[in-house]
Structures are given as structure tokens and as C-alpha cells.
């Protein structure tokens, strides 16, 4: 059973920085593609960044320029570089990782951005 966890979110003024990570556990294989996503308050989750075993790399468009994913060396780790947050990047962070067609969920990490 493939476990996703997530770390890093937390308070921030708007401007500011954050790291997020995300691990995946429980499995010999390498992850096929991972993923960030979030979900605010009142609105549908939505993809914020992917990247693939391939490292082929898709953003959403709010967050081009200023959010970087990226995997680590052990291709079942990602970390996504979040910087000049603004107040609409608040939101639940989750990460998703995809093997074999089945995709599992980590359980979310607050993000809030506020002065």
C-alpha cells in the first residue's frame, strides 16, 4: 500500500516563501508522476504543479514563475518551492502520486498567507 505524506505548509506573509514536501512509501517501484494540487475554502481542488518520471513539467497558470516542483534523487520524493506568495495561494496543499494507473493521496497541508 503506497502511503503519501506531506510536510512544510504553514503562516506566511503575503511575499514570503515556503518549501513543500511530499514523500511516498511502500512501494519498490519509482513513482510514474506527482503532483501538487490544492483546494481553498468553497472551491474545487485544482492541479497546481506535475511532474512526470520523465520530469516533464506542467504548472497552472497563476503560479508560472513563481512556484518550482521538483523531485528528489530517489524519484519518490517531491518538493514544491513556493515564492511571492500572495493571499490567494491559500489553501489545503495535497499531493498526489500516480503508479500503475492508481493514484494515492496524501492528507493535506495548510497553507495560509496573510500579514
Known amino acids: 500500500q503506497v502511503q503519501v505524506v506531506e510536510s512544510g505548509g504553514g503562516l506566511v506573509q503575503p511575499g514570503g516563501s515556503l518549501r513543500l514536501s511530499c514523500a511516498a512509501s511502500g512501494t519498490i517501484f519509482s513513482i510514474n508522476t506527482m503532483g501538487w494540487y490544492r483546494q481553498a475554502p468553497g472551491k474545487q481542488r485544482e492541479l497546481v504543479a506535475g511532474i512526470t518520471s520523465g520530469d516533464s513539467i506542467n504548472y497552472e497558470d497563476s503560479v508560472k514563475g513563481r512556484f518550482t516542483i521538483s523531485r528528489g534523487n530517489g524519484k519518490n520524493t517531491v518538493y514544491l518551492q513556493m515564492n511571492s506568495l500572495k493571499a490567494e495561494d491559500t489553501a489545503v496543499y495535497y499531493c498526489?502520486?500516480?503508479?500503475?494507473?492508481?493514484?494515492?493521496w496524501g492528507q493535506g497541508t495548510q497553507v495560509t498567507v496573510s500579514s
Open positions: 498526489k502520486a500516480e503508479l500503475f494507473g492508481r493514484a494515492y
